[in-house]
């Protein structure tokens, strides 16, 4: 075991190379002799060996190194003169934000004789990191909400910090909106909408949404406009931060196993996805045309598209009047069993994520409503996810296994799935992941900033304690799993008996592929 550690320490860079000439041979006995001699003899093979593998990298990087130009040229040309703006505010931002740092370093320094640990990072820290990516705008505050959501790829502390980037956006100027909405429409904006609130609804980091009456038919909307120049900014930003992760696995090549520029094309592409409302408007008619063809529009619904009042940047929907799932005072006021409503998300969301070409994959307390006439509405379909047979099969054996605690099941549940390595699970492993997290689940909150960050907080444990023994989430199966720990806090609010794993009125698993409408 020693020749092999050493042999693996060698070869990986960790241990300092010894030249052959430097070796023991001792002379003094033929047994020794042989025994250095040998040992200097197969030392010699491994730093060669090493030194093979040194160029082999050598030379990887050569033949990479052209295509790492052309793409940094071609991404270069795709930015444009934008990029030199960005390029500005960017050092605005970083000279803004280092002067904190400077300052509360000085401070820490003074009082205590020395600088903390975070303080230590300098902006590299989660908290500076943080109110960097904040000051750099919209595109930088959408990927701290990425780094928030996403514990399976991130620190805890980084998930932590970023929390904050839940928080609500400032809003853009009335003035603004109508000039986008003028422009976008074609016409005058009285000629469409009778009536227009100048008080947004709602202000995200990329869209704001303001109240709405149709002109002649009186019917109530929602307008969801993009903010302005957040596209161009999206695009410079993240061809920036595409360029950086290229660099770094060039510069890096172990980088590489962790597929970071697959996650950062991946976020790239969410991220321009979401400013594109015209996808947006499809997700919301795929889901209604799956509520309509099984049946469910007494159930629950989505907002009505306008098509002839959308573009782009421009999403119209029928206003919905409802409350969240968390408001159990208004709940209790609508229905008189809230379990009842609670069942029926649960079932319309479980059909969908076969049944559906796409599912709602960001379902906290904002998005999923309890109308005023008692059905369930499902708003905002900027954030989907797509969910391969594969998976969900090995998903609902999973789920099956957690409800009857049959934990070989779920360790080979999770092999299926790709959440190990290796085809040999210890099923303790899955005892620990399952059983853990529920010691620290909390109320649920009705303040939805709170609500985001506590459904974080206890994912990050679960994803915590399944680390600790090996385990890689697949990034379908976080997905999945975030939309369930929602729906239990649902379930701890409205109907504390129920288990949603057990309860037969629940069809968690069922023959849902058999009735895929799509296929």
């Known amino acids: 075991m020693a020749g092999i550690s050493v042999f693996r320490g060698v070869a990986s860079g960790r241990l300092p190379l010894i030249p052959h000439y430097q070796l023991p041979v001792y002379t003094s006995g033929s047994t020794r002799k042989l025994k250095y001699g040998a040992n ?156 227009l609130d100048p008080t947004p609804l709602a202000s995200a980091s990329i869209a704001q949404v303001h109240g709405a009456r149709i002109r002649g038919t009186q019917e109530d909307v929602v307008i969801k406009v993009l903010k302005p120049g957040i596209e161009d900014v999206l695009v410079a930003d993240l061809n920036f931060v595409y360029v950086v992760a290229r660099l770094l696995e060039f510069l890096s090549p172990d980088l590489s196993r962790a597929s970071l520029v697959a996650i950062v094309k991946d976020i790239r592409e969410s991220m321009l996805e ?118 969900w099969a090995a998903m609902e054996v999973f789920l099956a296994s957690l409800a009857t605690e049959e934990y070989e099941s779920m360790a080979s549940s999770l092999i299926d799935m790709g959440a190990t390595s290796t085809n040999d699970l210890d099923s303790d492993i899955i005892v620990a992941a399952a059983r853990e997290p529920s010691t620290n689940a909390t109320a649920v909150s009705a303040n ?34 975030k939309q369930l720990l929602y729906f239990d806090r649902y379930t701890r609010l409205l109907a504390p008996n129920l288990n949603m794993l057990r309860d037969r009125r629940i069809n968690i698993v069922s023959n849902q592929r058999s009735r895929n409408i799509y296929q």
């Open 40 to 195: 200097k003899f197969a030392l010699f093979a491994r730093y060669s060996q090493s030194q093979d593998i040194f160029t082999a990298r050598l030379q990887d990087s050569i033949n990479n190194l052209p295509k790492l130009v052309e793409d940094i040229v071609q991404t270069s040309i795709n930015t444009g003169p934008r990029g030199a703006l960005r390029l500005v505010q960017g050092i605005q931002a970083v000279i803004g934000v280092g002067s904190e740092w400077l300052a509360d370093a000085s401070k820490t320094a003074n009082s205590s004789g020395g600088l903390a640990t975070e303080l230590q990072l300098g902006l590299l820290s989660p908290l500076y990191l943080r109110k960097l990516f904040e000051r750099m705008g919209a595109t930088y505050i959408k990927l701290g909400q990425f780094i928030a959501s996403a514990p399976t790829l991130f620190p805890p502390e980084y998930v932590q910090e970023f929390q904050y980037c839940f928080d609500r956006a400032p809003s853009v100027p009335f003035q603004e909106i109508q000039a986008i909405l003028r422009e976008e429409l074609g016409k005058p904006i009285d000629t469409v909408f009778e009536y």
């Open 274 to 391: 979401e400013v594109d409302f015209k996808k947006e408007a499809t997700n919301v008619e795929s889901f209604r045309r799956y509520l309509d063809a099984m049946g469910l529009t007494r159930q629950a619904t989505a907002p009505k598209v306008y098509p002839q009042y959308s573009t782009r940047r421009v999403l119209t929907m029928e206003r919905l009047y409802g409350v969240p799932l968390t408001d159990l005072n208004s709940i209790n006021s609508l229905v008189s069993n809230p379990e009842t409503s609670l069942i029926t998300a649960l079932n319309v969301w479980f059909g969908s994520l076969l049944a559906c070409e796409s599912f709602h994959a960001d379902v906290h307390a904002g998005n999923l409503w309890l109308l005023r006439d008692g059905r369930i509405g499902f708003l905002d379909f900027g954030i989907v996810g797509r969910i391969s047979p594969k998976t």
């Open 448 to 481: 939805l900033v709170v609500d985001e960050r506590q459904m974080n907080a206890l994912f990050l444990d679960l994803v915590r304690v399944s680390e600790s023994y090996g385990l890689r989430f697949p990034r379908e199966f976080a997905l999945l799993m």
